[in-house]
C-alpha cells in the first residue's frame, strides 16, 4: 500500500489530525459504535479471530445458497488463501513502516489518561490486519457470488460477553468497510491503516480470483 502520513507531532500536520481524530471519536462512542467495535474484535482465546470470522460468514452464505461440494470446496480455498495472504503482506507492512499505535502517541502528546475500549496488540500499526483480511474476502466472496449480495452474520449471536446480535450487510464490501472502522472505534488504528488496508486486501482479493480452479 502507499505510506501512511509522515510521523508528525506539528497540530498542522496529516498526522496529527488522524491521530486527533482517534481521540476525539473514542473519547464519545456511540452504543452503535461500541457494539460494532466488540463485534469485530474477534480476539484469539475467545473466537475464531478475524480470519476465522471471515470463514464463518463464507459458511452462513454457502448454506443460505444450499450450495454443492464442488462451490464449497471453491469457496473456501479462495477464502482461506485470501485471508493466508492478507496477513503475509499486512505484517509485512507492519514491520517495514514499524508505526506506533495511536494509543502511545494520544498519551504522550494530548491526554496522559487515554484509555481504549479494546486492547491495543502488541506489534506495529500500519496496515490494520483486520481492514486488509476484510477487503481480501469480500473481493473473494463478491467474485463468487456477486456485488450487493444481502445476507446476515450471524457469527456472534450465542455470546453473552457482548452484544453478539446478527448484523446485516446489503453487499460483501459493506461488511469489509464495518469491519475496518470497528479498528477506529476501539483506538486500536489510525484511519489510514484502515482505508489502505481494505484497499491493500481488495488487490490481494483480486489476485486469489485470478487463479483458475480445476473443475
Given at each position: 500500500?502507499?505510506?501512511h502520513p ?7 500536520s496529516a498526522?496529527?489530525a ?10 464519545s462512542l ?5 457494539k460494532?467495535?466488540?463485534f469485530?474484535?474477534?480476539d484469539?482465546?475467545?473466537t ?8 464463518s460468514?463464507?459458511s452462513q ?5 444450499n ?6 470446496a ?5 477464502v482461506?488463501l485470501?485471508?493466508h ?8 507492512c507492519?514491520?517495514?513502516y514499524?508505526?506506533?499505535r495511536?494509543?502511545t ?5 494530548f491526554?496522559?489518561?487515554y484509555t481504549t475500549?479494546l ?8 496496515t490494520?490486519g483486520?481492514?486488509v483480511?476484510s ?8 467474485d463468487?457470488f456477486g456485488d450487493?449480495?444481502?445476507f ?5 449471536e450465542?455470546?453473552?460477553d457482548?452484544d453478539g ?10 461488511m469489509?468497510?464495518e469491519a475496518a472502522?470497528s479498528r ?8 489510514a491503516a484502515?482505508e489502505n488496508g481494505?484497499?491493500?486486501?481488495k ?8 487463479l483458475?480452479?480445476?473443475k
Amino acid at each position: 500500500p502507499v505510506a501512511h502520513p509522515e510521523f508528525s507531532t506539528d497540530p498542522t500536520s496529516a498526522f496529527y489530525a488522524e491521530a486527533f481524530e482517534v481521540y476525539t471519536v473514542t473519547s464519545s462512542l456511540t452504543d452503535e459504535q461500541i457494539k460494532i467495535a466488540h463485534f469485530w474484535s474477534d480476539d484469539p482465546g475467545k473466537t475464531g479471530t478475524p480470519p476465522g470470522h471471515s470463514i464463518s460468514v463464507a459458511s452462513q452464505v454457502l448454506a443460505l445458497e444450499n450450495a454443492s461440494l464442488e462451490e464449497a470446496a471453491e469457496t473456501f480455498a479462495k477464502v482461506g488463501l485470501a485471508v493466508h495472504d492478507a496477513f503475509i503482506s499486512c505484517w509485512k507492512c507492519k514491520y517495514d513502516y514499524n508505526l506506533m499505535r495511536p494509543v502511545t502517541f494520544i498519551l504522550e502528546h494530548f491526554d496522559d489518561t487515554y484509555t481504549t475500549l479494546l486492547t491495543t496488540p502488541p506489534f506495529p500499526e500500519y496496515t490494520s490486519g483486520h481492514s486488509v483480511q476484510s477487503g481480501a474476502s469480500a473481493q473473494v466472496l463478491t467474485d463468487l457470488f456477486g456485488d450487493n449480495y444481502a445476507f446476515t452474520d450471524h457469527t456472534h449471536e450465542a455470546r453473552t460477553d457482548i452484544d453478539g446480535s446478527p448484523r446485516s450487510f446489503d453487499s460483501f464490501f459493506e461488511m469489509a468497510e464495518e469491519a475496518a472502522i470497528s479498528r477506529l472505534y476501539g483506538g486500536i488504528h489510525f484511519n489510514a491503516a484502515i482505508e489502505n488496508g481494505v484497499e491493500q486486501g481488495k488487490q490481494i482479493g483480486q489476485q486469489i480470483g485470478g487463479l483458475e480452479f480445476k473443475k
